[in-house]
């Protein structure tokens, strides 16, 4: 991707997250690339008065579980988004803390999308079948609503 990097010195708060869109309807948790995604897919369902809110853990370790926490209470649904397989990706770690400290809060199950189970191949036509792409994020936002 392009954009604007800053000439100056700058750094990113380890261990804390960052909410790059506010919403009511839907969390999702996204990391890297996929924040994009999320985003994008994000903008479009607004225009069908769908609100999601896009967090941006930055940082796995230490996880800032605090802001994941409070975004699933308002939203209670929660979608993670990750390049990473499902099985065995740290989406898993993050559906288990909010199992245990937001279930009561949740309206439906947390929905987790990551790489199909297959190695990821290195010709970008066949990479774009295996990860994550906008469609999967939409599909998996409209399935916890």
């Known amino acids: 991707m392009k954009g604007p990097v800053p000439e100056e010195e700058y750094s990113i ?14 969390t999702v948790v996204a990391t ?20 999601v809110e896009v967090v941006d853990p930055r940082t796995l370790v230490p996880l800032d579980k605090e802001t994941i926490l409070a975004s699933v209470k308002k939203t209670s649904r929660a979608v993670i ?6 099985t065995g990706g740290f989406g898993g770690e993050i559906a288990a803390i909010l199992a245990d400290e937001a279930f009561g809060f949740l309206d439906s199950p947390v929905k987790r999308v990551g790489a199909k189970w297959s190695p990821i191949p290195f010709p970008s036509q066949q990479e774009d079948a295996v990860l994550p792409q906008e469609a999967d994020i939409e599909r998996a936002i409209r399935e916890v609503l």
């Open 32 to 51: 890297s690339y996929t924040v994009h995604l999320s985003l994008n897919v994000a903008a479009k369902l607004e225009k069908e008065g769908i609100s």
């Open 81 to 86: 988004v990750h390049e990473a397989h499902v």
């Open 13 to 26: 708060p380890f261990g804390q997250a960052d909410i790059k869109k506010e919403g009511k309807d839907v």
